[in-house]
């Protein structure tokens, strides 16, 4: 079975899985929150294929400022983007807890984000999720707060599109 | 089966992924090994229900009818060889073309693709026709089968990725009516009756028999009877050893089972056979008695073949045995390679934690002999995982006779659309290469031999005027040197004008007009983007396609285009390219603190060299190798590296793809590895001069050099940028 195929599956059976736990509530979405510049960021988790520590990065010439180079992931050769650059923090050194999030290739091409700290997975009925303010970064999708903090909830399409450009 | 199916290992959390991620453009489709490069096969995006499974069905159906598409090509091929050259056409091609058609028919009802069965069964009825001898095929017919073949591929390719076509539809029924229309016509030869054969001869025979034997009497053989007798137990056996005997010897019209009388638990048959051999030739030739072989054509005692059965032996079955053969191959995904490559890989990394671990045993008194069986065993381990990989890697090798085949097609082709007299030479179609390599390398081939024939080779009365031969020549040829497999086309056509080519560069503003090039620079110009030395576009090369687009394709799978050319007397453009894009020995080199991989087969030596040894000559930096000023290229500015104190010894690395070279200036040298190349995967994968990347045993990730384009970048800075 491929893995497209797979998926489509899996998000199924979790979505069953849901309306059989929750029952009438709103339908409910899985975020893997993450800490980017001192700021709460959140990915959706079906995106992401794996979290791994930092390891060394090998750098790549030609290619733009935040494409931090490539990493091998059992045979796999991917990039690395910073994220803290990609919504405009600027280059931070990584830390003891810096991870790479790995995203999937299904519908954009398989990456390594460079972020902070992995916090935890959210889950929250779908209608907590907000317009995000206009001065918001551009790949921010939607907003949700957590107690006094602001989640920004990024799109990953939008995170990778215009890295090559 | 070529599809992307692949189970996720228990307790591996994550889904499975193909080793070449889908987002790595272009994606090679799946493809079988020996299936014909241009129909890809998709992943069935499907879920594992009922259309997964008819997916799978259709899959399978696609594959299957490709591999008899592939066979008719072949066979259609050797029938039109043989009809150029007055030949007869072979009986047994001929028969296998009507039984690929059959079972394409059967498998096209059984998979309810209309259109296909169709087609398939109206090539049956003119192959049919033309095997019994009631009509012939002819230059049109001919044609009209490798259309036929070429539309059930289209239409198949469009099946395999699931983009039903309507107007391939509509074509084939178009095509059906033109074989109906042209097989109607009446047949050319009309059927004789044959002279001297007895008439209770002709009475047991099939009408396809009858055929053989009026064709075989045309051509002026004789006919000799042979009767033999063997014991029932092995009859089978033996009569397939005559019958192979004879292959050489003549052709078996007919066997017919003898009803005259014969031993206890024996078997007579009398066999047609239609021979140069006069019968007392034929009986020495088979170790017979003589008596055994006897003339058909005087009257033979009547009673023992009178009374054989009309079908006894139809030709489907005598060829049973080549049939057989042919399915004695096993057809792989190349992606499944890929993963075995990958284990290998992993292996490797396996083998040198041994050598790490064997070296801290030895170092404590107690453990010390352990340590060394320990190391004995992990070389047995590398010797077997080094044969592993070859065998894997030998695996993906095919030779290019595959292209070298579609390649006459085209030129067949072009010689019926062009009416130009060519000849195709070729030579080394057994050089291998890898499958993937050898795939893409059908377009920039096909490029340069529709080029040839187009531009290159001039019309009979301008060849005469020339005092060559009226008929062209096109050659292709391949040869291994070393790492590299060089495939060149040469035509004996008219030739490039290098001070042509030096105006139309000039007035495009490619070069200067004072600009110092040699002949080569000249011609390379000429793979440029956008030039080209003739205004007008024929239909037969300008497909939009220029040979800039020949360049690029083969740049991409890490060769280059070389061209060489006298006025007047033809061209020469040779791709030289690697064997293999998966593994490769490399050179590790450092640059800028970082370190680097270069593909060996681009390596022709390593020198240290001195501040002193770099010469300056009109804004390049030379470096002088034994009398030859070779471009030199710094790696650290190439990819705006930091700099390392610059009063260091420095290494030239001399790069060479053909005859081309280029000195690389790096840091230092640092040994040599296997290598398994992998694509990049994420936002910007392509970069320029930077091949892939590979894992090394001590975990790290190395980028792999594109020798090719740090070559070609270097030496071709005039280019238009």
């Known amino acids: 079975m491929s893995t497209a195929g797979f998926e489509r599956w899996d998000r199924l059976a979790r979505a069953a899985a849901t309306a059989r736990e929750g029952g009438d509530e709103a339908p409910r979405v899985e975020l893997l929150q993450i800490e980017v510049a001192g700021a709460p960021y959140a990915l959706p988790i079906e995106r992401v294929r794996e979290i791994v520590r930092l390891r060394p990065i090998t750098p790549m010439p030609r290619v733009p400022e935040l494409v931090l180079g490539v990493i091998s992931l059992r045979g796999e050769v991917v990039q690395v983007l910073e994220l803290a650059r990609r919504l405009g923090a600027g280059g931070r050194a990584p830390a003891p807890g810096s991870r790479i999030v790995v995203l999937h290739g299904e519908e954009g091409p398989v990456v390594g984000l460079l972020v902070d700290a992995v916090t935890e997975v959210l889950r929250l009925p779908e209608d907590e999720l907000r317009e995000p303010h206009g001065d918001a970064a551009d790949c921010v999708r939607a907003i949700c707060r957590r107690g006094s903090r602001f989640v920004s909830v990024l799109d990953p399409d939008s995170v990778i599109q215009r890295v090559a450009a | 089966m070529a599809t992307r199916r692949r189970k996720t290992p228990p307790g591996d959390p ?170 109607t016509e009446p047949a050319a030869a009309a059927a004789a009756p044959a002279p001297g054969v007895p008439e209770h001869l002709l009475r047991a025979l099939t009408e396809y028999e009858e055929s053989r034997l009026r064709e075989s009497l045309r051509r002026g053989r004789g006919l000799a009877l042979i009767d033999v007798e063997f014991p029932i137990a092995s009859f089978e056996e033996s009569l397939g050893q005559l019958n192979r005997a004879l292959h050489d010897l003549g052709e078996v019209i007919s066997t017919l089972p003898s009803s005259a009388a014969s031993q206890e638990a024996g078997i007579r048959f009398e066999l047609l056979v239609a021979s140069e051999l006069a019968p007392a030739a034929l009986a020495e030739r088979l170790g017979l008695d003589a008596a055994a072989v006897r003339s058909a054509t ?132 057994d050089t291998e290469l890898d499958k993937l390599i050898v795939e893409d390398l059908v377009d920039p081939l096909v490029h340069l031999v529709r080029n040839a024939f187009d531009h290159a080779i001039e019309p009979a009365a301008e060849r005469r005027a020339a005092g060559k031969t009226e008929r062209g020549v096109i050659r292709l040829e391949a040869s291994q040197r070393g790492n590299d497999v060089a495939v060149s086309v040469t035509d004996d056509g008219r030739g490039i004008d290098p001070e042509a080519v030096r105006r139309r560069a000039v007035e495009r503003g490619v070069i200067a007009k004072d600009d110092v090039l040699t002949r080569k620079e000249l011609f390379a110009l000429l793979f440029g983007a956008g030039f080209s030395t003739r205004d007008e576009v024929s239909a037969t090369s300008g497909r939009g396609v220029g040979l800039d687009v020949v360049r690029e394709n083969v740049s991409a799978l890490g060769g280059i285009v070389d061209v060489d050319s006298t006025l007047g007397e033809g061209t020469r453009v040779t791709l030289t390219l690697p064997i293999t894009l998966a593994i490769v020995q490399a050179l590790l080199v450092t640059a800028g603190g970082q370190r680097f991989a270069i593909p060996l087969g681009g390596v022709r030596e390593t020198l240290a060299v001195g501040p002193g040894e770099l010469q300056q000559s009109a804004g390049r930096e030379l470096l002088n190798l034994r009398g030859d000023a070779l471009p030199v290229c710094r790696l650290v500015e190439a990819f705006a590296l930091a700099p390392v104190d610059a009063t260091q010894k420095q290494f030239a690395v001399v790069l060479g793809i053909g005859d081309v070279r280029v000195a690389l200036l790096v840091d230092g040298l640092d040994g040599q590895q296997d290598a398994v190349i992998k694509p990049v995967q994420g936002p910007v994968p392509n970069v320029r001069g930077v091949a892939g990347a590979t894992e090394l045993g001590d975990g790290s990730t190395l980028l792999v050099l594109d020798v090719s384009a740090l070559v070609e970048d270097s030496t071709r800075r005039r280019e238009t940028r």
């Open chain 2, 14 to 183: 994550r889904p499975a992924k193909p080793a070449r991620g889908p987002d790595v453009p272009p994606e090679k489709p799946a493809r079988g090994r020996d299936v014909s490069p241009d129909k890809p096969a998709r992943s069935p995006d499907v879920p594992p229900d009922k259309p997964a499974r008819s997916r799978k069905l259709q899959l399978e159906f696609v594959s299957e009818a490709e591999e008899i598409l592939e066979r008719m090509r072949d066979d259609l091929s050797t029938l039109a060889e043989a009809s150029a050259s007055g030949r007869e056409a072979a009986p047994a091609v001929v028969n296998q073309l009507f039984r690929s058609a059959h079972s394409l028919k059967g498998l096209s009802g059984m998979f309810e693709m209309a259109p296909l069965a169709e087609l398939a069964h109206h090539l049956e009825d003119v192959l049919d026709r033309f095997r019994l001898g009631r009509s012939t095929l002819g230059k049109q017919g001919l044609v009209l089968l490798d259309e036929s073949v070429a539309l059930a591929t289209a239409s198949l390719e469009k099946v395999g990725r699931e983009e039903p076509d309507p107007s391939l539809s509509e074509a084939i029924a178009d095509l059906v009516g033109r074989i109906a229309a042209w097989s």
């Open chain 2, 298 to 429: 005087t009257p033979a005692p009547p009673v023992e073949t009178a009374t054989a059965p009309a079908d006894a032996a139809h030709p489907s079955e005598a060829d049973a045995g080549t049939l057989k053969s042919l399915s004695n191959t096993v057809r792989v995904d190349i992606r499944k390679l890929d993963e075995l490559l990958n284990l290998v890989g992993e292996l490797a990394r396996e083998r040198s934690a041994l050598g790490a671990l064997a070296e801290q045993l030895a170092r404590q008194p107690e453990t010390a002999r352990a340590a060394a069986d320990l190391d004995k065993i992990r070389r047995t381990l590398d010797r077997k995982a080094q044969a592993l990989q070859a065998g894997v890697l030998d695996v993906r090798m095919v030779p290019l006779r595959q292209v070298f085949d579609k390649l006459a097609r085209v030129v067949r082709r072009l010689r019926i659309d062009l009416g130009k007299d060519v000849e195709l030479q070729i030579q080394g179609a």
